[in-house]
């Protein structure tokens, strides 16, 4: 499993939400490139960067961050929010995000979700963010009648390289991610899911990863920021062996 670093971007501001609510973000660093820096320094392998203003706006709002993210570190990155088409896509994988997250487009335009998979394989991941297992859209703001595991099934096959799924009642709530529904999600696919939302210690990882499912990773954000979780030894645990 890899962990994944989440940088979360509001104004501009690397911050961290509370159960998606953009009212209640927490400020951790002013400079998103220098935190970028020190996760890489710290050996991470990979970013997981949200735009969040554009994930609300349906159009990149936070351009010159992650643009000096991608000038700051090596190390690849993959990015969500605001984009809903294929120049914006392809711009981002122009400017060298190596893979690009597509959350309300899964659901609303899912045509151009598989056409965008087709043409840039392996830099389409699909983000699926739910709320008591319904999937939700638009920055979290709107949730939809439709289940969490039926949306990953429509995308079998289509050349997705990744789920990245957020239990939203979890995120940044430091009570420990939903461990059942993230497996019972990976188990009903074949495409890499990479748990998210909830995951603030040691042993929320080695839940995740002796859950019994093939999880491809997880992303940690408020934790690594606090210190609950030491990045380093993080990534040593997941690269064990699963106890189960």
């Known amino acids: 499993m890899i962990l994944y670093p989440a940088i979360d971007l509001k104004a501009g501001a690397c911050v961290r939400l509370i159960r998606g609510e953009m009212d209640q973000a927490t400020v ?4 998103p490139a220098a935190q970028a820096r020190a ?3 710290a ?5 997981h960067v949200v735009d969040l203003d554009g994930a609300f706006a349906g159009r990149p709002e936070n351009a010159a961050a992650v643009e000096a993210i991608l000038g700051a570190v090596s190390i690849p990155v993959q990015l969500g929010g605001g984009v809903r088409e294929m120049g914006a896509l392809e711009g981002w994988l122009a400017k060298g995000i190596s893979r690009v997250i597509l959350g309300t487009a899964a659901v609303r335009d899912p045509a151009f979700v598989k ?11 699909v983000g699926i963010d739910a709320r008591g297992g319904k999937v ?8 939809t009648g439709e289940e969490a595991t039926d949306l990953a099934k429509a995308y079998e096959g289509a050349g997705v390289a990744a789920i990245i799924y957020t239990d939203i009642e979890r995120d940044g709530a430091m009570q420990g991610p ?3 529904a993230t497996a019972a999600l990976a188990r009903a696919v074949s495409i890499p899911v990479i748990a998210s939302g909830g995951v603030s210690s040691l042993e929320d990882l080695r839940a995740l990863r002796d859950c019994g499912a093939p999880l491809d990773g997880a992303i940690s954000g408020r934790a690594l920021y606090d210190g609950r979780i030491d990045l380093a030894e993080a ?3 997941l690269k064990e062996p699963a106890s189960c």
């Open 28 to 31: 951790f660093n002013e400079n």
């Open 39 to 41: 996760f890489a320094a």
């Open 43 to 47: 050996g991470a392998e990979w970013l």
């Open 115 to 125: 056409a965008a998979a087709k043409a840039h394989p392996g830099r389409v991941a």
């Open 136 to 143: 939700a859209v638009e920055g979290w703001a709107e949730t």
């Open 178 to 180: 939903n461990v059942a």
């Open 235 to 237: 990534m040593a645990l």
